[in-house]
């Protein structure tokens, strides 16, 4: 674990009160004990030191106290912590503020929660679920009642054994032209200049008529902080979808050579190979 997850509002005059689930990952999982230390992210992203003041086992209630110890692992009370190696305060990356946005046609659950997993290690800030041609009939079940609550939990282990800042979120499944509005007013833009100046959209696609190259798209939208990928789900994204995604969203077409790969191994592709040529173009 790089970090753990606490909302701010459980923070009381330097002290946070963990009950419930907390307790016993806390306790039963990690083995912590008094006077172990570990770093906390806040809701609001701030990254703080805690020491384990208190640990009652017949109440079931671990007591953290936040301290000055560096976070970012440089030296100091740090090297005691119960993370081992890269502090979360010392992961950095090479986005420069950028936020990258997942349009993921709607596969089955079980592939859904892996992708879910894996794009929060990868520090994308939104998931948009789109309801595709390719999408079961009752593929929005997924994201109602407890079984939503249990993204939501994939979300915070997987930050929380990232060390992932980003606090990544899942938009409610919707067809795919609310999701290109929705990228569109979450970008802030509108007419022909709103890929050039606002955001940068990218569709992989299984066929290679139209394709653009991926290196070439990102120097051709170079000032574009939000940068949007879509994948399809199982039997990919059809041919009338990506001439939406390209005529209203103003996305692009990707192809990468060799196989075709299933749903949830595309979006972990698609994701790296992007962020990939984002950091290649911040190094230059």
């Known amino acids: 674990m790089r970090q753990f997850i606490v909302e701010k509002q459980n923070l009381k005059d330097g002290l946070i009160e963990l009950i419930g689930r907390e307790f016993r990952y806390l306790r039963q999982v990690l083995r912590v004990k008094k006077g172990d230390m570990l770093n906390v ?3 609001d992203g701030e990254l703080r030191g805690t020491t384990v003041a208190f640990i009652d086992d017949s109440a079931k209630k671990i007591t953290l106290q936040v301290c000055d110890f560096d976070a ?3 030296g100091g009370a740090a090297a005691n912590s119960i993370t081992r190696g890269t502090q979360a305060g010392e992961i950095k990356t090479a986005f420069d503020g950028r936020k990258f946005v997942l349009f993921q046609f709607i596969p ?3 592939k859904f ?3 879910v ?4 290690e990868c520090g994308i800030s939104v998931i948009v679920p789109v309801i595709g041609e390719f999408s079961e009939a ?5 994201f109602e009642g407890a079984k939503r609550e249990r993204f939501e939990r994939i979300i915070k282990e997987a930050r929380q054994q990232s060390g992932s800042p980003v606090a990544t979120k899942i938009e409610e499944p919707v067809p795919l032209e609310d999701a290109i509005n929705w990228w569109k007013a979450f970008c802030g833009g509108e007419g022909d200049s709103f890929a050039e100046k606002n955001g940068l959209g990218v569709a992989l696609w299984e066929r290679t008529e139209g394709e653009e190259p991926l290196n070439q798209l990102v120097n051709n939208h170079k000032n574009a902080q939000n940068i949007c990928i879509a994948v399809g789900n199982e039997g990919g994204i059809s041919p009338s ?10 996305f692009s077409t990707i192809h990468f050579e060799g196989n075709i790969l299933r749903c ?3 979006a972990l592709y698609g994701i790296a190979a992007v962020q990939c040529a984002v950091s290649q173009l911040n190094q230059q």
């Open 41 to 43: 992210r806040f809701d």
């Open 72 to 74: 970012t692992g440089e």
């Open 108 to 110: 089955k659950a079980q």
């Open 113 to 115: 929660e892996l992708i």
């Open 117 to 120: 997993r894996q794009a929060t």
């Open 138 to 142: 009752n593929c929005t079940r997924m």
């Open 241 to 250: 979808e990506v001439k939406l995604l390209k005529e209203k969203g103003f």
């Open 264 to 266: 949830e191994t595309a």
